[in-house]
């Protein structure tokens, strides 16, 4: 495989994690623990870090090596109003035209997130969650939509803001809130599924800032 294409793997395994707060916020990415972890190169994996660099989602440490980027309460309201914008565009576009395929692939995932919550199986559970949302999107139609939400790298809401890794016990509330929202767009009610939607993000807010 050629560095560029490593890298590539590197990248998107280490953004993925990132995303679904696998890697806690501040920790060191090490590029020797990558290389061996990916069986890839260093220079692909100093590649790949470079580019997460660039896009914000990890910092260069005063004395070198990359960090996970700590979120502070800032960034959790801005993260906040821009699924607000990109996922509200989204289902405005998406609920004249949905189909009965679609909706029932909406809920193929709520059943594929409520299924591995009662495993255990909290990392899977996030990618499921994260799927949801990235869905929604994708049923807008509009691939520039699409590649806006890609690259505004929005993270789960699942962990208290702060150094200690704790997962917020909330499953059962999102699971029910993603069913809300996918049974409003079935009834082709817009002003429902906005009002489930935007209390669903705001709630994830409140509950990472300890603010609920």
Known sequence: MKIDSQASVVYEEIRRQILIMQLQQGVRLKEDGWSKRM?????AVREALTRLLGEGL???GERGG???TEMTPSDVRQIREVREILELAAIRLCIA????EQIDELFKICDDFS?????GYIAGACEADIEFHQKLVS???NTR?????????IPLFHQRLGKTRMYLDDYKQTDKEHRQIVEALKAKNLAMAEKILKS???????SVLGTD
């Open 58 to 60: 990890v910092t260069a």
């Open 200 to 206: 669903h993000f705001q709630r994830g807010e409140s």
């Open 139 to 141: 049923l807008s139609g």
């Open 39 to 43: 069986k890839v190169s260093r220079v």
């Open 115 to 119: 299924s591995l919550v009662e495993k």
């Open 97 to 100: 035209r949905i189909k009965k």
């Open 66 to 68: 990359y960090f996970v």
């Open 145 to 153: 939509l699409l590649k806006a939400y890609h690259f505004s790298h």
